[in-house]
């Protein structure tokens, strides 16, 4: 997953958190899909759709810590991936 543009994940004192870096942001990464069931690529699609609606300099406040815990962005990222988990079983 990456964060907004601008920003990379950064761990230490064992908590995830973003600073910001002045380096060019990476481009996207393009996965293969061959070998996945139309299940399995269905559920990476969705996730894959969730995140990439919410990512970018147009959506800081989905990327701050507190949202983690309170914004809805954040549970319908965390049920996608719990899909996509479940349909690669």
């Given at each position: 997953m990456r964060p907004a543009?601008?920003?990379k994940w950064h761990f230490g004192d064992q908590q995830l958190r973003h600073v910001a870096w002045k380096a060019t942001p990476a481009p996207a990464v393009q996965l293969s899909t061959r070998g996945l069931t139309p299940?399995?690529?269905a559920a990476l699609d969705e996730l894959d759709?969730?995140?990439s609606s919410v990512s970018?300099?147009?959506h800081p406040e989905?990327?701050?810590d507190?949202?983690?815990e309170d914004r809805e962005e954040w549970r319908l990222i965390r049920k996608?991936?719990?899909d996509l988990i479940q349909a690669t079983g």
């Open positions: 543009a601008g920003y299940a399995q690529k759709l969730i995140i970018g300099p147009a989905v990327w701050a507190e949202a983690l996608a991936a719990q």
